[in-house]
């Protein structure tokens, strides 16, 4: 029998600039509260959600995204975030539904002429263990495979459980290439590729939600509304993990 149900989604907010060239983060957050939010989410995943240079200043009104979404920011200790002006890591921001029992939480600096990272959760949805890895990584192929090794061997230390992974991948491709190869990251992991760039005609699949349990996504969708595309570059992409029963 089939566990908990996690309802993911994963945004590349582009730091807030709009497809009209004007940065507006108020247009992000409303966006998620009417797009996103209604229905529930459990993960909330945003990429290039801090400014992209030095100090990586804060952007968003993560308050105000987790009073809308009744999600938890995951980056309220230091060391969590790139800097004391930056409300995530490398501009990945993490929100969790706080029906999850977040354990160990820890980032991970990826290597990369531009500044790249990933956020670590593991945490437990009604006592099934769980990892949550949200992620942005390079435009460069080959910088990419190098990125998902430091992953792969990243999961070799830790516990075992089902891990999701979600974010900007920037893998064009729908196969995934090497990147995704499972003697690279240690296991196999399995998502569909929908086009979510650019927002105002999709047509590359960069945005994803995988996981290493065959067959436990469901409903993954490309979420495109009107005020979604006016916010971003990218379209969100949303839909459901199932988790093992356990026992």
């Not at 998902?148 to 230390?157: D, E, K, N």
Request: charged share 25%.
């Amino acid at each position: 029998m089939s566990g908990p149900r996690l309802r993911c989604a994963s945004w590349n907010v582009h730091r807030a600039k709009g497809t009209d060239g004007r940065v507006d983060p108020g247009r992000v957050r409303a966006a998620i509260a009417s797009a996103l939010a209604p229905g529930g989410l459990d993960v909330l995943a945003l990429q290039e959600a801090d400014a992209e240079c030095r100090p990586h200043g804060r952007i968003l009104d993560v308050a105000g995204i987790s009073a809308d979404t009744g999600l938890i920011w995951q980056h309220e200790r230091p060391e969590l975030r790139w800097g004391a002006q930056s409300d995530g890591f490398l501009g990945t921001i993490l929100f969790l539904n706080p029906r999850l029992e977040v354990g160990f939480r820890d980032v991970i600096d990826l290597p990369g002429h531009c500044h790249r990272g990933a956020v670590v959760v593991e945490a437990r949805a009604e006592a099934v263990p769980v990892r949550i890895m949200s992620m942005h990584l390079s435009l460069s192929q080959p910088l990419r495979v190098v990125q998902m090794r430091i992953i792969g061997q990243y999961l070799r230390r830790r516990p075992e459980m089902q891990t999701i992974l979600l974010g900007d991948f920037n893998e064009w491709r729908p196969w995934g290439g090497l990147m995704f190869n499972a003697r690279l990251l240690g296991r196999r992991f399995h998502g569909p590729a929908r086009r979510s760039f650019p927002s105002i005609r999709p047509l590359l699949p960069l945005d994803r939600i995988l996981t290493d349990r065959a067959g436990a996504l469901s409903d993954i969708e490309v979420v495109d509304t009107g005020p979604v595309r006016a916010a971003s570059d990218h379209l969100p992409v949303r839909g459901d993990v199932r988790l093992p029963r356990q026992g």
